[in-house]
């Protein structure tokens, strides 16, 4: 019987394995995404990526340096960011297309001394890519400058650096900026001033939701100010990188045992990989295409829908403006 079981059975498993291969290699090849293959020569381009020690970050900042930019990484810890660095050289980047200036998106002071140090280098900058950002802190926490520390990370940090270094952007002629938002802006209930800095108000997923909305409001309130007074030589668009198992989980139960072993086979399937994630910042930074395309929002590589709150051109000028007021100090 034994036999004539396994007789029966094996022609079902001839038939159904190549047709199990196929379901899984396209649904990997789904899960994996858009992948940004224009012929794009980026020599003597000029970029700044924030937090390109690891993840996405990282790999933007490589295939800048492998289209021939020179990129300045944006890093926190320098130990970290040269670790990257020879990792990134032994993939093929050119060493000395590859400048480390470390700087803290928590501290404006430190943000500041970043863009001096920069400014003193170059007389310009083609592309900047927002890209750095935490999430799920497990507590309200308040940086040196008073402000929750995912928002300031994730954008009011972002919005110094843009607004100091736009200039510089300007001076390129075609200068771009790239913020690196997530889908879940779409889930953010509020960017009020009283809520984001609020500890009443504090939720490690809210508040991670909240500044990824203030991303994609900035580029919308960006380009709403540029179109008022004719300004054309700077886009600004924002972006989902897609779903990507980075270091940025750190402060999550997927990041620790035993789940961290547990899901690593799901996350390898079903997750992109850093260099997936990089593509759409990348389409973002170097497509002829979008020449002079901004205030949009995109993923895989292709517009797509923004929250309703992103739209509304009131509530993005007040973000603008209050943000503005936040950091002004630091832009004279």
């Given at each position: 019987m034994t036999d004539d079981f396994l007789f029966g059975i094996f022609p079902g498993l001839l038939v159904s394995a190549?047709?199990?291969?196929?379901?899984?290699?396209?649904?990997?090849?789904?899960?994996?995404?858009?992948q940004f293959d224009e012929p794009v020569d980026a020599s003597g381009k000029v970029a700044i990526v924030t937090g390109a020690s690891s993840?996405?970050?990282?790999?933007?900042?490589?295939?800048?340096?492998?289209?021939?930019?020179?990129?300045?990484?944006?890093?926190?810890?320098?130990?970290?960011a040269l670790c990257a660095i020879e990792q990134l050289v032994e993939s093929g980047c050119d060493r000395s297309?590859?400048?480390?200036?470390?700087?803290?998106?928590?501290?404006f002071a430190s943000i500041r001394a970043f863009v001096d140090s920069f400014i003193k280098a170059e007389d310009r900058l083609d592309i900047l890519v927002n890209n750095a950002g935490v999430f799920a802190l497990p507590s309200f926490q308040k940086t040196i400058d008073g402000y929750e520390t995912t928002f300031q990370c994730n954008y009011l940090g972002h919005f110094l650096l843009t607004?100091?270094?736009?200039?510089?952007?300007?001076?390129?002629?075609?200068?771009?900026?790239?913020?690196?938002?997530?889908?879940?802006h779409s889930s953010a209930d509020s960017i009020a001033e009283d809520v984001v800095n609020n500890p009443n108000f504090?939720?490690?997923?809210?508040?991670?939701?909240?500044?990824?909305?203030?991303?994609?409001?900035?580029?919308?309130?960006?380009?709403?100010?540029?179109?008022?007074?004719?300004?054309?030589?700077?886009?600004?668009?924002?972006?989902?990188?897609?779903?990507?198992?980075?270091?940025?989980?750190q402060y999550t139960f997927i990041d620790r045992e035993p789940w961290r072993t547990l899901l690593k086979p799901i996350f390898a399937f079903f997750f992109k990989t850093d260099e997936d994630g990089a593509q759409t910042p990348l389409y973002l930074a170097l497509s002829k295409h979008?020449?002079?395309?901004?205030?949009?929002?995109?993923?895989?590589?292709?517009?797509?829908?923004?929250?309703?709150?992103a739209k509304d051109d009131k509530q993005c000028k007040y973000l603008y403006e209050y943000s503005k007021k936040a950091v002004i100090q630091h832009i004279k």
């Open positions: 190549p047709i199990f291969i196929c379901a899984a290699f396209f649904l990997r090849k789904y899960f994996k995404g858009a993840g996405i970050g990282k790999q933007v900042a490589r295939g800048l340096n492998l289209r021939g930019a020179k990129v300045y990484m944006l890093c926190r810890n320098r130990e970290k297309r590859l400048l480390l200036l470390c700087a803290d998106l928590s501290s607004e100091i270094l736009m200039e510089s952007l300007c001076s390129s002629g075609h200068g771009r900026i790239v913020n690196v938002s997530s889908m879940m504090y939720s490690r997923f809210h508040t991670y939701n909240r500044s990824k909305l203030a991303n994609v409001m900035h580029v919308r309130a960006l380009t709403t100010l540029w179109r008022e007074s004719g300004e054309n030589r700077v886009t600004a668009n924002a972006c989902h990188p897609g779903a990507v198992h980075t270091n940025i989980l979008l020449d002079g395309i901004s205030g949009e929002y995109f993923s895989n590589c292709a517009k797509a829908s923004m929250a309703s709150l």
